[in-house]
């Protein structure tokens, strides 16, 4: 494999802590936080990323976290199974400032027994923040899991209430 098909790295800060980017050739591969137990090894680089995707993702983080961006552009290259491409095509159906739980989640892809099944595809999710795993909430609105950490979770949470939360008619 030569160096230009190797996914590149790429770690900035945010004000939940330092977020690691990955990039391929076909799109952003995953977007960590770097104390995820989940992140694939590998050093990043000191030196500014090549990848055009990498500063891209750094800068809609940053537009997410300033209040300027609730939904993402990225080309998203992960290699999801079915049944969490299923999961991810749901989630996008909850907005910024909305959240659902892991039940309504799996009645909403056709698979009204699968709430565990869901909660393990989002889980596995590599694009915390961008794939917005932290809409969903365990049964009676409690905060469940989350990969990048249980009390980042609110934190996201009350970030896009303050933002973006509907307006009640």
Request: aromatic share 8%; net charge positive.
């Amino acid at each position: 494999m030569d160096g230009a098909q190797r996914p590149q790295r790429w770690a900035f800060d945010t004000p939940l802590g330092r977020m690691v980017a990955l990039a391929g050739a076909q799109g952003l591969l995953g977007l960590y936080f770097d104390d995820q137990n989940d992140l694939p090894d590998a050093a990043c680089s000191d030196e500014a990323p090549s990848h055009p995707l990498l500063r891209q993702a750094e800068r809609e983080i940053a537009e997410y976290f300033a209040g300027a961006r609730a939904a993402f552009s990225l080309p998203l290259a992960p290699a999801p199974t079915a049944f969490q491409q299923r999961v991810r095509e749901g989630l996008t159906t909850v907005g910024a400032g909305q959240t659902t739980t892991y039940g309504e989640l799996a009645r909403a892809i056709g698979s009204p027994q699968g709430f565990r099944a869901v909660a393990q595809a989002l889980a596995n999710n590599p694009l915390v923040i961008i794939v917005p795993c932290h809409r969903v909430l365990a049964h009676g609105g409690k905060l469940g899991g989350f990969s990048a950490g249980l009390a980042r979770k609110p934190q996201l949470l009350a970030h896009e209430a303050r933002h973006w939360r509907p307006l009640l008619q």
